[in-house]
């Protein structure tokens, strides 16, 4: 791959299909801030600069991928327009090796706001039975997802931590995206997934509650996550942040401030658009940042985190 290549986007037919589910479609009805219209003005001829308003504006929440069926990776493109910008390549990043023995450890790589709130981050270990990340990389993250070069050696000593690793929980779906680029091969599972998946945690959901998915880490690994969860949906009747193509609306929860600008949606107007129509008596959610959110939007409605149902029953 040549440097600064943002190729990707020819293979958009403009059908459309994938501003229905964007968040920035649903707020600001311009369709030059989607990812359809950034592959349009490419396929037009644009530079990355004329359109750097739309690749800021994006949350990253790979919302609009599933719903492509050209199969394109549109975060990718995303990412790979964003370095563009910055004069940096994908093809700097520096790779790792993948410890594919069964012996590999697992381990939790927690976000900023899981690290601040340290009783949940402890709890959700030890119903993981496993230990925390020293170094969560957020730094080396960032960059990826603001496209900029991180601090020189610090891609690779995070991925470094990562020796003998066999598996890594991670807090943010970004680093799902981060690690299938720099350690091919590791598997990388969303926090709340991994949780639900604790024998027990399943029938502590129930018919009344809303239960938020951490977007990215759904979207980004539609194929997988799509058949477990719409199997959870079914066996507990609790309802969840997915529309009709069962794609995940994000609450933008993780929106990285440093790359939004005044075409960013409001988290206030994701949360209404997630509960328009409906009534619950519980939220259940998988990130953190969204107990905060959901309490900054005045959501009169209980709210707990995933880890939180462990040992809890449906009545
Ligand atoms: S990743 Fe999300 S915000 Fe960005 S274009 Fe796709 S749906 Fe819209």
Redesign the pocket.
Known sequence: MPTNDISGYEKCNGCGLCTL????WQQRHDALL??AGRARALQGGAKPGEIRDSVDA???????EPAFAMDIR??DI?LKLRAALNGYSKEELPHGQVNQSSSGRALLVPNAALLENKDLLKHSARLLDIPVAEDNGSDVLEAFETGRRPKAGRAVSFIKTLTGIRKVITADGLLKRYMQAVLPGLEVIGLGEALLRLPGMQTALRPTDLYIIEARSYNMDFNRCMPFYTDISRQTGCAMNLDLQRIAIPTGGYTNTETGNEFTPQNTGQIRWILEGRSFNRIVVESVEDIGLLKNAEVDIPVVHVAELAGEDAP
Do not use: E, H
């Open positions: 589910p964007c968040p920035i989607t990812f994006c949350l990253l929440c790979g919302s609009c549109t975060v995303t």
